[in-house]
């Protein structure tokens, strides 16, 4: 069974502060790992797709990271804003019997203090 | 383009009542996922809808069913409810056919669901 963690639980940082959020899997078998932005009693958005034969994939301020070896990704977060304030949470998409799954990680709550 | 809804957003329910959720995918997506959201918690898988019939399904009990319309929306239905089934339902949206990891889940709102 896919087993994903997230580290820390909950982040509080000064305004335009660089930070790393860590997300960590069991079973590097994969298809991609995703990173999702829930803003509170929201649904989630998708920031970044990482696909298995990637190694990271940029978009604007935000970089992620994978190593499948070591089943491990980092989302890194730059020059940090008060509208990143948000949960982020990191997905591995897995091949299951008859269809894929995603497992999802607890999450990290961040707070960017203005 | 209209993103993935869902309804109710809130819903207040008693133990033993039944409850329907209804989730209408992005345009151009045709499989539908469900997930329950604890407080504090992932979302947990609890199916996997496509080609309406249901494809995978999670870690939860026959309580749990759903179904896809062939305009691939999709229900979720809860019976008998339980104070624990109170959590954030969660439905997302792809579409099947895709090279395997290039499948980005479309989420919606969610639905709310208090059992008291």
């Known amino acids: 069974k896919q087993e994903v963690t997230q580290i820390p639980a909950a982040l509080s940082v000064p305004e335009g502060e660089n930070l790393v959020l860590n997300c960590s899997f069991t079973d590097s078998a994969i298809y991609n790992l995703q990173w999702f932005r829930q803003d509170p009693g929201k649904g989630l958005t998708s920031l970044l797709l990482?696909?298995?034969?990637?190694r990271e994939q940029t978009s604007g301020r935000l970089n992620a990271s994978l190593d499948k070896s070591s089943g491990r990704s980092t989302l890194y977060i730059a020059a940090s804003q008060p509208g990143d304030s948000a949960t982020y949470l990191c997905?591995?998409?897995?091949?299951?019997?008859?269809?894929?799954?995603?497992?999802f990680g607890t999450g990290t709550s961040l707070t960017v203090i203005p | 383009d209209a993103g993935v809804t869902q309804s109710p957003t809130h819903l207040i329910k008693t133990r033993g009542q039944q409850v329907t959720l209804r989730c209408s995918p992005k345009s151009g997506h045709d499989t539908v996922s469900w997930y329950q959201q604890a407080l504090g918690q992932g979302p947990q898988f609890i199916f996997q809808y496509y080609e309406e019939e249901e494809r995978q399904r999670g870690n939860f009990p026959d309580r749990f069913s759903g179904h896809q319309f062939p305009n691939y929306s999709s229900e979720l239905n809860v019976n008998a409810l339980l104070l624990g089934d109170s959590a954030l339902y969660l439905c997302a949206s792809s579409r099947d056919g895709l090279n395997p990891g290039a499948n980005v889940l479309t989420f919606g709102a969610g639905s709310r669901l208090t059992v008291l």
């Open positions: 997905a591995v998409e897995k091949d299951g019997n008859t269809g894929n799954q995603f497992y």
């Open positions: 990482i696909q298995s034969s990637q």
